[in-house]
Structure formats: C-alpha cells, structure tokens
C-alpha cells in the first residue's frame, strides 16, 4: 500500500517556475516507478513524466520536455517534478501517481494516486 500527498501547487505568471513534491507512505515506494500526470478542465488526465525507481530511466510527454524534470529522493520518500519557463496551456490540477510494475505513460499502469494539486499559469 502506498499513499500519495503532492504539494508546490500555485498560482504563477507565464515564465514562472514551481516545484511540486510528492510525499509517499509506504513500504513500497522505493521499488516503484512513479510518474505525474495532469487534467485541465473538461479534459483527460494525461501523462507528464514518469520515473524509474532507481531515478535511472526517466521519460516525459511532448509537451513538457525541456521544460520540466522529473526526480526522487527515495531516502525522503519524495518525488519531484521541476516545472520551468511555465505556460498558461499547463493549468491543471497535477496527479502523482505510483506504479508497482515498470515505468509507464498510461493512467491504468499506475496503481497509487494522490489528490492532486493545483497549478495555475496566468497569462
């Protein structure tokens, strides 16, 4: 069982920077991939980044790379994700999520989730 709390969320300007946090209960954690996902309004959630459990394979969607990065502290039991140079088209409440298989890009590999936290980036 692992439990899932994200923090960082906030209102920022375009070309901001903010840095959500992950902070996980559980025995488990440090052998699970983990990834962030997000959903805007009257939109599916979609995937964002997703880590490895050893922080060593690291994959992101299209539409963040370069821009964010994704990391983990297994000895906090956190996950970060780095979010830069911040566009409005990335307002969405953010999901961390936790798998117990290998790293995925798809919401049904995850098998954890948090509450979410919300990002908004104005104009």
């Known amino acids: 069982q692992v439990q899932l709390v994200e923090s960082g969320g906030g209102l920022v300007q375009a070309g901001d920077s903010l840095r959500l946090s992950c902070a996980a209960s559980g025995r488990t954690f440090s052998s699970s991939a983990m990834g962030w996902f997000r959903q805007a309004p009257g939109k599916e959630r979609e995937f964002v980044a997703t880590?490895?459990?050893?922080?060593?394979?690291?994959y992101y969607a299209d539409s963040v790379k370069g821009r964010f990065t994704i990391s983990r502290d297994n000895a906090k039991n956190t996950v970060y994700l780095q979010m830069n140079s911040l566009k409005p088209e990335d307002t969405a409440v953010y999901y961390c999520?936790?798998?117990?298989?290998?790293?995925?890009?798809?919401?049904?590999?995850?098998?954890?989730w948090g509450q979410g936290t919300q990002v908004t980036v104005s104009s």
């Open positions: 999520a936790a798998a117990l298989g290998l790293v995925g890009i798809g919401t049904m590999e995850y098998d954890y």
């Open positions: 880590i490895s459990w050893s922080g060593g394979t690291t």
